[in-house]
C-alpha cells in the first residue's frame, strides 16, 4: 500500500513566523504536490515536483516556496504566515505512468496562523 | 474563475437508492477526469477515472459517465450504501503527464439509512 505521511495533523503558527510543513512518501513516486483545500473551493495547486529538486508553480503560489532534497520528501514552505494561509494541507504523490493518473494523498494538515 | 464546477454542494439520497454526483468543465482540452472521495479527518481517496477517448467507466457500484459535447460528467453510484457518504471531488488533468490537476469544490453526499 502506498503511504503519504504528514509531519503534523494540527498546527498552531502566529502570524510573520515561517511554517515548515512536510510530507514523506514510500512508493518511490517521481510526482508530488501540495494543495489547500478550503469550504467551497475545493482543492487548489500550491506547487508540484516531478522530480528532485525540480518544482513548477500551481495555481497560488504567492506566500510558499517548495524544496524536494530527496525523492520521498517534499517540503512546503510558509515564509512569513499570514492569517489568510489558514487552510487544511493536502500533500500527494503519484508514480509517473500514462496508465493512471491517480494520487496519492497524506491525511492532511490543518494549519491555524493567528 | 473555477474551470470544474460542482454545482450542488450537498447530495442526501436513501440507502439502496442511486445517487448522481455532476460535474461540469470549461475547458474542451481536458482529456483526463477522476472522482475522489474524501472522508473527514482522511484525505481523498481515488474512486474511479475516464479518459476522453471514452463516454463511460464502470468499477462496481461506481459508473462514471462523460458527455465530451456539454462538458460534463457524473458519478453514478447504484445501490448507495451508507458508508458512502464522504465529499467527493471531480478532477481534471490539464496536461498529458498527469503532473497538473485542478479539482472541483466537492459535494457533500449524505446516504440515509
Known amino acids: ?114 | 474563475d473555477q474551470q470544474v464546477k460542482q454545482n450542488s454542494p450537498s447530495l442526501s439520497v436513501q440507502e439502496g437508492r442511486i445517487s448522481i454526483l455532476n460535474c461540469d468543465y470549461t475547458n474542451s482540452m481536458f482529456d483526463y477526469f477522476l472522482w475522489y472521495k474524501k472522508y473527514p479527518a482522511e484525505g481523498p481517496t481515488f474512486l474511479i477515472s475516464i479518459s476522453s477517448i471514452k463516454d463511460k467507466n464502470e468499477d462496481g457500484r461506481f459508473t462514471v459517465f462523460l458527455n465530451k459535447s456539454a462538458k460534463h460528467l457524473s458519478l453514478h453510484i447504484v445501490p448507495s450504501q451508507p458508508g458512502d457518504s464522504a465529499v467527493y471531488f471531480c478532477a481534471a488533468s490539464r496536461d498529458n503527464y498527469g503532473q497538473n490537476f485542478v479539482f472541483g469544490p466537492g459535494t457533500r453526499l449524505s446516504v440515509l439509512p
Open chain 1, 1 to 114: 500500500d502506498v503511504k503519504v505521511t504528514q509531519s503534523s495533523r494540527y498546527l498552531v503558527k502566529r502570524t510573520g513566523e515561517k511554517v515548515f510543513l512536510e510530507c514523506v512518501q514510500d512508493m518511490d513516486h517521481e510526482n508530488m504536490f501540495w494543495y489547500r483545500q478550503d469550504p467551497g473551493l475545493g482543492l487548489r495547486l500550491i506547487y508540484f515536483s516531478y522530480d528532485v529538486k525540480m518544482k513548477e508553480k500551481g495555481d497560488i503560489p504567492e506566500g510558499y516556496s517548495v524544496s524536494r532534497e530527496k525523492k520521498e520528501r517534499f517540503s512546503l514552505i510558509l515564509e512569513s504566515a499570514s492569517t489568510n494561509q489558514t487552510s487544511m494541507y493536502l500533500c500527494a504523490s503519484r508514480q509517473t505512468t500514462v496508465l493512471s493518473y491517480e494520487q496519492y494523498f497524506g491525511p492532511g494538515t490543518r494549519l491555524t496562523v493567528t
